[in-house]
């Protein structure tokens, strides 16, 4: 496991960075397991990649949406989905926004925040980022 600590302009960088390595798989979307405490960096590492893939809308957290889709200029992918499971009871109530619908389609990348409140949705083999507060200014990233 890679790990390492990133001031704000190094965690954008890693972001920007780890948008350009990927890549649609064959058979269902890519999704991304964002874990990690309140403020630990979930958000601005969806901000960065977002940017990254050409989406000039704000990214904002979608706590109170649970999901917000942004269509996606000439990439890999057709939709980049950002889902926050915070506050959600159970994972049914993702389940109830046809979220297996998404998850088949391999045009679409969704980034989930606190995607442990929904592991029984995801994909055993998802990608998984692990972030960590370390001090006002540090993150660490975990991958
Ligand atoms: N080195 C750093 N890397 C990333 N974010 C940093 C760093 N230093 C300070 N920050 C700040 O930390 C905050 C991280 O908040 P963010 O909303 O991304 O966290 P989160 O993991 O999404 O939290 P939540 O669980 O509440 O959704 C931002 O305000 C960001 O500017
Ligand atoms: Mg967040």
Redesign the pocket.
């Given at each position: 496991m890679q790990s390492n600590l990133?001031?704000?302009g190094e965690?954008t960088k890693m972001a920007t960075d780890y948008a350009s390595s990927l890549a649609p798989l064959p058979t269902r979307a890519t999704v991304v397991g964002l874990y990690?405490?309140?403020?630990?960096?979930?958000?601005?590492f969806t901000q960065a990649v977002a940017k990254a893939l050409g989406i000039s809308e704000t990214v904002n957290?979608p706590?109170f949406l649970i999901m917000k889709s942004y269509p996606l200029p000439s990439t890999l992918y057709r939709l980049l989905i950002h889902i926050?499971a915070?506050r959600l009871k159970s994972s049914d109530e993702l389940r109830k926004l046809r979220f297996d619908e998404l998850l088949a389609d391999p045009q679409n990348l969704i980034l989930i925040?606190?995607a442990d409140k929904v592991a029984d949705l995801l994909p055993q083999d998802h990608q998984k980022l692990y972030?960590e507060f370390i001090d006002?200014?540090?993150?660490q990233i975990r991958l």
């Open positions: 990133y001031t704000l965690f990690g405490d309140l403020g630990a960096g979930k958000t601005t957290s706590t926050d915070y925040e606190w972030f006002d200014t540090t993150r």
